[in-house]
């Protein structure tokens, strides 16, 4: 990779590591579907402007809209609500090493899709590795009481929808602008979120640094995130973009330790390695299938 993409890895790998940690900080004082209302509308009005000076916000309509908010369900109306939601009750980390799950999950659903490259051996090893990790993870921290073990699964069900959104989004809409796709997804959830906002309004203004994290969420890890992430994908292919993964799991880990001293638990020591390393070898595709697919 050249220099510049170098360093888009490394920094859309940081700011998707972030968000665990503000959604962290706003949400004992603010509504979770607050905050994915204020995460998704900022979002919007970034990225929408974006496509629409690229003359691509029309391919997001039409014809591609039903999956676009199918694409707006399985990314962000659930998987957001139940993140910041879970996040009242888990760690930040823990939120961030569950979510690194979706390779796994993507992988079994292109299993049933009739990807046959997923029972090849070392992506079956992944997947049970990963596997492994989680139950790891769930058991020792649910046994000791460190972890609400509804908030974790809530978690998981996110995991789950990310990997069916993206999953749904590459077989149905293969070459439709990505920051397209997510300005209007976002706009979509956000709209969603509107009436439910404004039952939940909080009975004093939140501390100035909650209102900080919920502008940051939007403007840095909703939206900039996003839109150099699709550069990143344009230029080194989706199979080494993925990798952002791992590393964003990494992050929230650390920002976690550092920001809200969480601790780093023995579940946690033990299953995140797990985790990372059965989530590579999951999404990982033979090399000869590799190059069919490389432009």
């Known amino acids: 990779m050249s220099r510049k993409n170098w360093f888009l890895f490394i920094f859309v790998g940081?700011?998707?590591?972030?968000p665990y940690l503000l959604m962290k900080e706003a949400v004992h004082e603010v509504s979770p579907y607050i905050i994915v209302f204020s995460r998704t509308i900022i979002g919007s009005a970034i990225l929408i402007p974006i496509a629409l000076r690229r003359g691509t916000l029309r391919q997001a309509f039409g014809k591609n809209f039903k999956f676009v908010a199918l694409y707006a369900i399985g990314e962000?109306?659930?998987?957001?609500?139940?993140?910041?939601?879970?996040e009242k009750k888990i760690t930040s980390g823990l939120a961030?090493?569950?979510v690194a799950t979706v390779p796994?999950?993507?992988a079994i659903l292109a299993s049933?899709?009739?990807?046959?490259?997923?029972?090849?051996?070392?992506?079956?090893?992944?997947?049970?590795?990963?596997f492994v990790g989680v139950g790891l993870v769930v058991g020792i921290e649910s046994f000791k009481g460190h972890q609400d073990g509804l908030s974790i699964a809530i978690v998981i069900l996110a995991a789950m929808g990310y990997a069916s959104a993206v999953t749904m989004l590459t077989a149905k809409l293969p070459g439709v602008d990505g920051v397209a796709i997510n300005g209007v997804a976002m706009l979509l959830t956000a709209m969603i979120y509107t009436p439910l906002s404004l039952t939940h309004l909080p009975a004093h203004l939140p501390s100035?640094?909650?209102l900080?994290?919920?502008?940051?969420?939007g403007l840095v890890p909703t939206a900039l995130a996003f839109y150099f992430f699709f550069i990143l994908l344009y230029d080194i292919g989706p199979a080494r973009a993925s990798l952002v993964t791992y590393l964003n799991t990494a992050f929230a880990v650390l920002l976690g330790i550092i920001f809200l001293h969480e601790q780093l638990t023995t579940g946690i020591i033990i299953g995140l390695p797990l985790v990372l390393i059965g989530s590579?070898?999951?999404?990982?595709?033979?090399?000869?299938?590799?190059?069919?697919?490389t432009p």
């Open 14 to 18: 940081f700011v998707w590591g972030i």
């Open 76 to 86: 962000m109306v659930f998987p957001w609500i139940f993140i910041t939601s879970a």
């Open 96 to 98: 961030g090493l569950l």
């Open 104 to 106: 796994i999950w993507s």
């Open 112 to 130: 049933l899709r009739g990807d046959k490259s997923v029972w090849h051996a070392k992506r079956l090893a992944g997947m049970v590795l990963g």
């Open 208 to 210: 100035s640094k909650a």
């Open 212 to 217: 900080l994290s919920l502008l940051v969420l």
């Open 280 to 293: 590579f070898f999951a999404s990982r595709k033979s090399e000869a299938r590799v190059r069919d697919v």
